[in-house]
Structures are given as structure tokens and as C-alpha cells.
């Protein structure tokens, strides 16, 4: 048996250059299904790959008769697969290339791959003249009809591009057309099946993985949440252990290191629990800093505590709870502010309070002990401090 160089040669014109590359990659990338490899087939022992395969270069760049570099393509290239369409039909090169491969070697290895046009179609006939008729052997195409070789269809209303792929490696293999289609299938079905398998298996893993972060999340959560109560605990109640003189000197320490800590968890979302007590702590540190002499830094903390506790009167407005504690909390600020001169700001935080105690006894209830606290944010904002 000759040892061709080339499996197939691809002759095409250069306006169907499109459906020339994609014949090229499909029969080149194709791979006979395991169980067939080294098999008897019609050509000899069933080969794993049909490659490589050589690409005519483009019509418009090729002389009026076959060029050396063309002609020992061809004699090296056990088949001839021909593009078919209107413009091949035409293509003067295109039937050199079929009537040279007919006179020397063998016209049984030609096969045909329809993409546009109509077999017999007159002006949209589709088979170059040289394929379907007799060739002398100076070339010369004659008038006398010879039968068509075979055809692949790669249209949509033909065989598809994946029934033409297979018909195509059929022919090249040497092996029936449905025994091919059937292994074909199935190993597109276990192909199928893996890519399944290995979806389910990397969901399973990435499920997994969102499982542990989540739990993470959880951990960090609780562990956040200790040590938040371990600061809310040493400025709150180890403030009411120590003796006054020595309450400046230790807690000033912790206030330092608790500002630190909640300057970087800050950054992170927080739950009602946390924001609630990020507000209590942060209230706590700015009253530590009024004693340590520092009012504004006080001021700053006491702002960062109002920010908190207002984050938590937008998720549930109408608390009743929340209004107060957010009222108490400007008012408190409002008379630092007033003390310190800063007139303008008092009054901002004051009437903030008034505006929040308002829609307490307006629009929730009339409880004396909102209607007191409605009046005395009413007395703040127009008598000064309390």
C-alpha cells in the first residue's frame, strides 16, 4: 500500500475559503471511535486520525495550469475531497485539480462535500464538469456523463456539518457509515455522561466549599461577637469596679486598642446584634475620651455611634425602641456640641431628636413616656443644654 504524505487534498474555490477551513479542522480534530482503531477496513487497518490533510491555496492566486507544488500535493494525497458549490463549479482550478487527480490516481478516492448549489441545478449546479464526466487523459474534460462520486451534504437541509463529517470519515476510514454513526453516538452519549458526572462532581465540591464558608463566616461571627462583649465588658462593667483614680490611666489603654478594633470591623457587614453593640461600646469610649480631656475625639466617637445605631432605625423605622435610643443619643451630642460653642451642629442634632420623638407620638402611639420625651427633645432644641 502507498505511504501518501497527505490523507486528503482539499480542493475548493477562494470565495467557499470559509467552508474549506472548517472541513480542514473537522477531519483533521476527528477521531475514530476506540473500538474501530487497527480494524480491517475497505483501505487497510482503520487508522486512529485522519491527518493531515492539505488546503489548496487560493484560486485567485493560482496560474492557468497546475503548478509542481499542486500537482505533488496531489500524488501525495490518498484522497481528494472536493467543496462543492456554484463557484467550485466553475472554478478552473478547482477541475484541473479533479480531472489531474482522475488521470492519475484512483477516481474512487474522490469524494464530494455539497455546501451551496444543486446537483443537475443548471445555473446553480454545484459538481465541477470534471467530476461528473469522463477526463482524457491530456486533461480534457469531455461531454460524456460519468457517475457522481459520492456526496456529503454539509447544508442544514442536507446531512448537517455532523452527518457530512461522518459520511466524509467514513469514506476516508473505510468502515460502514451506520456502524460509525452508531459508536459515534454512543461515545457522544458517554461523553455526555462524564461532562454530567463531572459537573455534579464539581458542584458537589464547590457546594461543599460554600458550606465551609459559610461555617467560617458563622465562626468568625461568634468569635467577633466574644470580643466585642469582652470590650463592651471592660469599659462598661470593669468601669464600675475600678477605683476612680485609676480608672482614667487603664481604661484610657483599652479605649486605644477597642478604637483599633473597631475601626477595622467597621469594614465588615454586621448584624443587628453587632451594630447594637458597636453603638452601646462606641458610646462608651467617647464618655472615656470626655474624661480623658479628649472632646474631640469624644465627639468623633459619639457621631460614629449615632451612625450605628441610625443603621439599625432604617431596618425596622417604626421601633419604638430604636427611635428612643437614637433620640437620647443625639440629644446627648447636641449638648456636647452646644457646650462647645458649635451652635449650628447643636441645633442639627436637636432637631433631628425633635423630628424622631414626633413621628414616635404621631404616627405610633401617644404613651406618656413618649410624649415626655418628645417634650423634653422639644425643650432641648429651644432652651440649650439639659
Known amino acids: 500500500m502507498p505511504d501518501f504524505r497527505y490523507k486528503a487534498f482539499v480542493s475548493y474555490s477562494w470565495a467557499d475559503a470559509e467552508w474549506g477551513n472548517w472541513l480542514l479542522h473537522a477531519i483533521e480534530t476527528y477521531r475514530t471511535p476506540r473500538a474501530m482503531v487497527g480494524k480491517d477496513g475497505a483501505h487497510g487497518p482503520v487508522p486512529e486520525r485522519l491527518h493531515p490533510l492539505f488546503k489548496d491555496r487560493e484560486e485567485e492566486a493560482a496560474g492557468a495550469s497546475i503548478g509542481a507544488a499542486v500537482e505533488a500535493a496531489l500524488r501525495a494525497s490518498e484522497f481528494l475531497i472536493v467543496v462543492c458549490s456554484p463557484r467550485s463549479a466553475q472554478s478552473q482550478w478547482v477541475n484541473h485539480e479533479v480531472a489531474w487527480f482522475k488521470t492519475h490516481r484512483d477516481p474512487d478516492k474522490i469524494l464530494a462535500l455539497i455546501v451551496d448549489g444543486e446537483p443537475g441545478g443548471g445555473e446553480l449546479e454545484c459538481f465541477p464538469k470534471a467530476l461528473t464526466h469522463a477526463v482524457l487523459p491530456d486533461l480534457t474534460v469531455t461531454d460524456t456523463p460519468v457517475d457522481a462520486p459520492l456526496a456529503a451534504d454539509a447544508r442544514i437541509t442536507g446531512d448537517g456539518k455532523r452527518g457530512a463529517r461522518l459520511k466524509i470519515a467514513a469514506a476516508m476510514l473505510g468502515v460502514g457509515l451506520g456502524e460509525l454513526i452508531n459508536r459515534d453516538e454512543r461515545r457522544r452519549t458517554l461523553r455526555t455522561r462524564l461532562v454530567v458526572a463531572g459537573s455534579l462532581a464539581l458542584a458537589t465540591v464547590m457546594g461543599g466549599m460554600a458550606w465551609y464558608a459559610i461555617q467560617a463566616r458563622n465562626e468568625a461571627q461568634v468569635q467577633r461577637g466574644q470580643a466585642?462583649?469582652?470590650?463592651?465588658?471592660?469599659?462598661?462593667?470593669?468601669?464600675?469596679?475600678?477605683?476612680?483614680?485609676?480608672?482614667?490611666?487603664?481604661?484610657?489603654?483599652?479605649?486605644?486598642?477597642?478604637?483599633?478594633?473597631?475601626?477595622?470591623?467597621?469594614?465588615?457587614?454586621?448584624?443587628?446584634?453587632?451594630?447594637?453593640?458597636?453603638?452601646?461600646?462606641?458610646?462608651?469610649?467617647?464618655?472615656?475620651?470626655?474624661?480623658?480631656?479628649?472632646?474631640?475625639?469624644?465627639?468623633?466617637?459619639?457621631?460614629?455611634?449615632?451612625?450605628?445605631?441610625?443603621?439599625?432605625?432604617?431596618?425596622?423605622?417604626?421601633?419604638?425602641?430604636?427611635?428612643?435610643?437614637?433620640?437620647?443619643?443625639?440629644?446627648?451630642?447636641?449638648?456636647?456640641?452646644?457646650?462647645?460653642?458649635?451652635?449650628?451642629?447643636?441645633?442639627?442634632?436637636?432637631?433631628?431628636?425633635?423630628?424622631?420623638?414626633?413621628?414616635?407620638?404621631?404616627?405610633?402611639?401617644?404613651?406618656?413616656?413618649?410624649?415626655?420625651?418628645?417634650?423634653?427633645?422639644?425643650?432641648?432644641?429651644?432652651?440649650?443644654?439639659?
Request: net charge negative; aromatic share 4%.
Open 228 to 386: 466585642e462583649g469582652l470590650v463592651e465588658f471592660m469599659i462598661g462593667d470593669l468601669r464600675k469596679k475600678l477605683q476612680p483614680k485609676v480608672q482614667i490611666e487603664v481604661l484610657g489603654s483599652i479605649a486605644d486598642r477597642a478604637q483599633a478594633f473597631y475601626a477595622v470591623q467597621s469594614k465588615y457587614p454586621m448584624n443587628e446584634e453587632a451594630l447594637a453593640r458597636r453603638a452601646r461600646v462606641l458610646k462608651l469610649l467617647a464618655d472615656i475620651e470626655d474624661h480623658r480631656g479628649n472632646s474631640g475625639k469624644s465627639i468623633a466617637l459619639l457621631e460614629q455611634s449615632i451612625a450605628s445605631s441610625r443603621q439599625l432605625l432604617e431596618r425596622d423605622p417604626d421601633n419604638p425602641d430604636r427611635i428612643l435610643d437614637q433620640a437620647f443619643s443625639l440629644q446627648g451630642l447636641g449638648n456636647i456640641l452646644f457646650l462647645r460653642g458649635d451652635l449650628s451642629g447643636a441645633e442639627a442634632k436637636m432637631q433631628e431628636a425633635v423630628q424622631l420623638t414626633a413621628h414616635l407620638v404621631e404616627d405610633i402611639g401617644q404613651k406618656n413616656e413618649w410624649l415626655a420625651e418628645h417634650g423634653t427633645a422639644l425643650g432641648n432644641l429651644g432652651s440649650g443644654p439639659i
